[in-house]
């Protein structure tokens, strides 16, 4: 009698200590791309339409340009301007710039050789007694005033033949055309922001706008859904709670779906989905319920499908 209720005692602890195989409900939930682009305008071209297959770097849709395209070319056309002026100042002045300093030099040249033929005539009068030292004086500072015309002439010519003296004019001509390139570089980035490529390949989940419609900056055109971009959501309670933990492998089960698809537990909530609106008891944790996410790597689980869940 002793030995059979111990076989007895036997099996209901061993029965105890299985695991219960639960199953807990949920659904597929995609992680999709939402395309859109940072300026607005008309929806001129969609590529790409819904249930399509999509190919990395491929245009998926456009809006109309011709506003910054007519700003790049006047972008360009201030580039090259400012491009040439710093090309320009980098030499020295041309021929016709440097023509009137030029006669300036000559006219210089050709008051001190009258200066000088003046102050040899008025140096024999005065050295023969004919005229006051004033006179030989006022000879002598026209011919050094017309010296020093001449050498002011001829430095001007030189300054204006030598690029390193419009250093300054140079530096300022050069930051006009780094401002230049700067506005281009903006400009070409708004228009490139105008056609939209596929960051990823994968499936068109929908579309929200048609051709001709006007887009706000910031509005999704399309949704793409990658491969592999599939999450099972589900919730268990807080009793069993223990039993996951990520990278747990789960199956996953659904109406039409054949044999369990394997997924791997990826995330699980620090927080209680629904909490009751008392102190927590014995009775009332068991209404506690967790949110657990597992990846699936490839499967054919669509969004919004229904599942079942269970621990692998």
């Known amino acids: 009698m002793r030995s059979v209720c111990a076989l007895l005692a036997a099996a209901c602890l061993s029965a105890c200590g299985k695991p219960v195989n639960e199953s807990w409900q949920g659904y597929v939930e995609g992680e999709y791309l939402n395309l859109a682009t940072a300026s607005g305008g ?55 710039e440097l023509d009137p300093a030029r006669a300036q030099l000559a006219q210089a040249r050709a008051a001190l050789e009258l200066s000088s033929s003046q102050l040899a005539q008025t140096r024999k009068l005065y050295e023969a007694k004919f005229v006051a030292q004033a006179r030989l004086d006022e000879a002598r500072a026209a011919y050094d005033r017309d010296l020093a015309g001449v050498k002011e002439a001829e430095a001007q010519i030189k300054a204006l033949e030598l690029p390193l003296g419009r250093v300054p004019e140079v530096q300022a001509a050069r930051s006009d055309a780094d401002a230049a390139r700067a506005a281009l570089a903006q400009v070409e980035w708004r228009l490139a922001q105008k056609t939209v490529t596929a960051p990823a390949s994968g499936t068109v989940q929908d579309t929200y706008f048609i051709e001709g419609e006007w887009v706000a900056p910031g509005r999704p055109v399309l949704a793409i859904l990658p491969p592999g971009r599939v999450k099972a959501r589900f919730y268990v309670p807080e009793t069993a709670l223990s039993s996951f933990a990520p990278g747990k492998p789960v199956e996953l089960s659904c109406d039409g779906c054949g044999a369990p698809i394997r997924a791997d537990v990826s995330f699980i909530s620090t927080q209680a989905e629904f909490t009751p609106p008392v102190l927590y008891s014995k009775e009332s944790r068991s209404k506690l319920l967790f949110l657990v996410e597992a990846r699936l790597p490839s499967s054919p689980l669509r969004p919004g499908q229904p599942l079942d869940v269970r621990l692998k």
Do not use: Y
Not at 61 to 86: P, T, Y
């Open 42 to 96: 008309q929806l001129l071209k969609l590529h790409a339409r819904r249930g399509e297959q999509v190919i990395e770097g491929k245009p998926v849709f456009v809006l109309e340009q011709e506003s910054e395209r007519a700003a790049r070319q006047e972008a360009e056309q201030k580039l090259n301007a400012a491009l040439a002026r710093v090309e320009n100042l980098r030499f020295g002045r041309r021929s016709p």
